[in-house]
């Protein structure tokens, strides 16, 4: 063992992001002092980011089996499921929302990189990926650089790496102001029998490290992301890192074509805590030990610190295991695609990972001991229900009067940022490329891409409304998963699973931590009943803004990601209103609550107000309703009702083909609530003439309560026999808002 | 007839080219890897296609670093004897800097990538790569590019125009070729050219994503239509 001439203190690993306990503990577990080297990897290893410490009690509790899916969750770096033909799909959502909120390019950038390492690290192509974005105040000149700077980071890499952005969601809100989320999710496709496991394997195999060389970016990366965002972060800028598309593409069709060679026994991405994360994990996995010269990785520069390569986080890389024999068609595989290969050490009987600069011990640690699940911290934090909750307890919906003018504040009202078309952003996306995706031309609730060579196709959805889950965790996270479900069965699909992005302020913050454990519970209830288990994902605390002397959790946002089947493609289902005269119907009922509203947010500047109607029954039977008129193919439209109500849903319906409606809203309720209500279960179908029939008894049968609203016109609009004008006048403001805002036109 | 596929590393819609020719116009096609100095095994009657993506990271330039990759001495040589050859996208950017075509490509005036259908007015009909078509069609194909507004000085237009070179300009849904129907500042709205033999083709929109009756867009579909009835007209 390298002796260091000063054995690091209890000041140094509290800089380093250890307790004192922590610190202790490590003690305990080597018999001995640890060297900096390894008070490092154990910092980065017990950081919040990679061991889960103060939430794997909770997500525990979230199911985890169902009889698709291929890998234990949380067993492999994604989730997998079964789609049938001997195909199975990998997905996973993760953050990027620290490094974001630095250098929002590059930190959006490796965001999706690192998310689709994820998914190829399993021998799965990547066909499609989607974002969820939570921004601030759209009208400050800082929140607008972050905006684009994160979009473009986005674009960046997802063009040039060649995968399409299918689907997404942004949601602006104060809350957010200093503390943007950027939420990345990739969908990947691979045939059964050449998936591969980021494990060690067996002893004698040996270590490779491939892709990009090693730099001095991202150093500490996942501590970072694991503590408080304050002023003084922009001095972290070293801890982001910088993204290089084009080596992730060549690493991708490398590791492919390795993969389909089988010349790999094990693969694990290098992400968070580089080099000692993947080496621990795939040793861990396999209940073995590593030993790896650390000089034998390829670097970007001379002189680095065998700490600095243990930690360092730069991208595009991958370690591999692979049989003693097959490093030659390995060697031959990376070199033809101009990539490092070097083989970095062996896979030993265990149980200590071994680190050497040529024949020096620098560090010496149990594998075990690092991992969740093994050694790594759990903890059970105390949580105390919120005050703030009396304030939404407080407020009724009959308080918020029935405007006078129900023309004008219905267009103030869809010119809100959170409603209005993303279009100035998505357009900076491709979302074409490898020719899968029906969505861009044909858009549905969900996005929809087919899978070439079968009749089958994906649907894709992420969702979370802040707001809802903000006045009610268990409830809002019920209805993120609802909403989900529902925009995937609206375009035709079977919801089969779940990848969860939780985004929270600190855990030891009681009221925060009240947020998360709630949240869980709503989560676990709501996939329970869909029958959609939760197959990985990723945790995010530490998302607040210090302004002042204060501390402002984010709004609780669990980002839903879904994935659904469609066992017939023809089956999709778009949103659009197709025909003059085809009659609209309103699916569910619309209750008195103007709950957590787009509207009382954006004209009466409500804060605190109950989380939406919801009863997951009502939502259930709203599901199979629809799943029967699609399957049927009677109905030329589904789209459900969620943020800014069912005026919005209308109008989404309309703009595509430039359609209007002529309706009457339900009996008994008022105008605005019938129109910017976000009531749940609820969805707007249009049918032809000749179907009405047919669809009215399918849903008397079923006993589903809905509305017959009025008919599809040729682009005049009109409410209750209230002219509302011209649908291609809504439209405009629709489609230019963002952009108007963001590059400063009038 | 053959088509070879060339693989430049970042290359990201080979696989869609390949996908459109072999499977959906049930062609014989083959990738061509960039590395390799010659095209054994085609003839002129056989077509090389360039496809889009982010050759070399579009670093330096885009298509600047492929337009110097060993496999295009080969193309050029393969283009000299009369072989028909195909950019599309960033295989447009690296027929112009490989010299095959005029002019370049530059950055959108709107300085942003943009992915979106775009409308594409016929200009020259009388071409392999458009010889079903009829002059003044209109088709719907999508852009996707950070680098497509055409840029050539007005001699080289001047000669474009002349020699009826000029393949494709954006346009309106009815035709109308205006400003405002031009996505990323064009010259005169220009989308896609040949060279005066008549056989090297480049073209910013993509036609392979438009060519499937699931993608809701089939327009495309008759360039390659076009490129088969050339051959089978030659036979």
């Known amino acids: ?746 | 007839m053959k088509f070879g596929v060339v693989v430049f590393p970042g290359s990201n819609c080979d696989d869609d080219m390949i996908h459109v020719l072999g499977d959906v116009m049930k062609s014989e096609v083959v990738k061509v890897w960039h590395k390799d100095t010659g095209l054994p095994g085609f003839n002129t009657s056989d077509c090389i296609v360039l496809p889009g993506g982010f050759a070399y990271g579009d670093y330096l330039r885009c298509g600047a670093l492929a337009g110097l990759s060993p496999i295009m001495s080969a193309v050029k040589d393969f283009a000299a004897k009369g072989g028909m050859v195909v950019g599309i996208c960033n295989g447009f950017q690296v027929l112009c800097e490989a010299g095959l075509l005029p002019g370049v490509l530059l950055a959108n005036s709107s300085q942003k990538f943009i992915c979106k259908n775009i409308h594409l007015k016929i200009e020259n009909n009388e071409t392999p790569f458009t010889r079903l078509t009829s002059k003044g069609d209109v088709l719907k194909i999508p852009i996707a590019h950070a680098e497509g507004r055409y840029y050539a000085d007005e001699n080289i237009l001047g000669q474009l125009e002349m020699n009826n070179q000029v393949l494709f300009r954006y346009c309106s849904p009815t035709g109308e070729v205006a400003d405002e129907y031009n996505p990323n500042g064009a010259s005169r709205n220009i989308a896609g050219i040949c060279n005066e033999g008549r056989n090297v083709f480049g073209m910013m929109p993509h036609p392979e994503r438009a060519s499937e009756e699931i993608l809701g867009n089939t327009d495309g579909r008759i360039l390659f239509e076009s490129l088969l009835n050339h051959v089978l007209e030659s036979a």
């Open chain 1, 1 to 746: 063992m390298q002796v260091n001439d000063v054995l690091p203190d209890l000041v140094t690993a509290k800089n380093l992001g250890l307790t004192e306990d922590e610190f202790e503990k490590i003690k305990q577990i080597l018999g001995r002092h640890p060297n900096f080297t390894e008070l490092s990897i154990y910092a980065v290893m017990w950081s919040e980011h990679c061991s889960y410490k103060n939430s794997i009690k909770y997500l525990k509790t979230l199911p985890r089996d169902g009889k698709k899916l291929l890998v234990a969750a949380g067993e492999e770096n994604a989730g997998l499921i079964d789609i049938g033909d001997r195909l199975a799909c990998a997905f996973k959502i993760e953050s990027h929302n620290h490094p974001s909120a630095l250098e929002p390019f590059q930190g959006a950038a490796t965001g999706v990189g690192g998310i689709h390492r994820d998914i190829f690290t399993m021998g799965a192509r990547p066909i499609a990926s989607l974002n969820s974005l939570r921004f601030g105040n759209i009208e400050t000149p800082h929140m607008q650089r972050l905006i684009k700077g994160v979009v473009s980071g986005i674009g960046h890499y997802g063009n040039c790496f060649g995968v399409p952005t299918v689907g997404g969601e942004i949601f602006f809100n104060d809350c957010y102001n200093q503390n943007i989320l950027v939420n990345a999710m990739s969908v990947g496709i691979v045939k059964h029998g050449e998936t591969v496991s980021a494990t060690a394997a067996k002893p004698g195999n040996l270590v490779l490290i491939v892709g990009s060389a090693t730099g001095k970016d991202g150093i500490h990366g996942a501590t970072f992301a694991s503590a408080d965002l304050t002023e003084d972060s922009a001095e972290d800028l070293p801890a982001v890192q910088v993204g290089d598309p084009f080596q992730e593409k060549l690493l991708l069709e490398a590791s492919l074509e390795a993969i389909a060679a089988n010349a790999v026994d094990g693969m694990q991405d290098m992400g968070a805590a580089g080099i000692t994360c993947s080496t621990s994990e795939m040793s861990a996995k396999a209940g073995l030990g590593m030993k790896i010269d650390l000089s034998k990785v390829p670097t970007r520069q001379k002189n680095m610190h065998a700490w600095e390569i243990l930690l360092s986080e730069s991208q595009e890389r991958m370690l591999v295991v692979c049989e003693p024999g097959k490093e030659k068609i390995l060697f031959d595989i990376y070199d033809k695609w101009d990539l490092e290969c070097e083989i970095i050490g062996e896979v030993t009987e265990g149980p200590m990972l071994e680190f050497y600069e040529g024949n020096t011990l620098v560090a010496e640690v149990p594998a075990e001991s690092l991992v969740l699940g093994g050694g790594a911290p759990v903890y059970d934090r105390e949580y105390t229900s919120p005050e703030y909750l009396e304030k939404i307890k407080a407020f009724k919906t009959s308080s918020i009067p029935t405007p006078d003018d129900i023309v004008q504040t219905a267009k103030k009202v869809m010119s809100s940022p959170n409603l209005v078309s993303k279009r100035w952003i998505y357009e900076q996306y491709d979302s074409m490329v490898r020719t899968n995706t029906v969505t861009t031309n044909a858009p549905s609730d969900a996005a929809v891409s087919y899978v070439k060579g079968t009749s089958k196709a994906i649907a894709m959805t992420t969702d979370c409304n802040p707001a809802y889950v903000f006045a009610d965790p268990f409830k809002g996270t019920m209805i993120a998963v609802s909403e989900a479900a529902r925009n995937i069965v609206c375009s035709g699909g079977e919801p089969v699973g779940v990848t969860n992005c939780l985004n929270f302020g600190n855990p030891y913050n009681p009221e925060v931590y009240w947020q998360f454990v709630h949240a869980i519970k709503g989560m676990g209830e709501a996939c329970r009943r869909f029958e959609t288990p939760v197959t990985g994902g990723n945790v995010s605390f530490y998302n607040q803004s210090q302004i002042g002397n204060q501390t402002i959790p984010v709004y609780p946002t669990p980002t839903i990601g879904m994935v659904g089947i469609l066992e017939d493609a023809s089956n999709h289902t778009t949103l659009d209103f197709k025909n003059t005269k085809d009659i609209i119907y309103l699916l569910g009922q619309t209750q008195n609550d103007l709950g957590s509203s787009e509207y009382i947010r954006s004209i009466y500047n409500v804060e605190y107000s109950n989380c939406p109607y919801f009863n997951i029954d009502d939502e259930i039977k709203l599901h199979d309703v629809i799943k029967k008129l699609i399957k049927q193919k009677i109905v030329s439209s589904v789209h459900d009702v969620s943020d800014g109500g069912m005026l919005a849903t209308l109008l989404e319906s309309a703009f595509v083909n430039d359609k209007g409606f002529k309706i009457d809203t339900e009996d008994n309720i008022r105008i605005d609530v019938a129109l910017f209500g976000e009531s749940q279960s609820r969805a707007i179908i249009s049918m032809s003439e000749t179907n009405e029939a047919r669809i009215q008894e399918l849903l008397l049968n079923n006993n589903i309560p809905f509305t017959r609203l009025g008919v599809v016109t040729d682009g005049e609009i009109t409410v209750n026999n209230i002219d509302f004008g011209q649908i291609t006048d809504w439209k405009k403001t629709f489609e230019t808002k963002i952009e108007n805002i963001l590059e400063h036109k009038s």
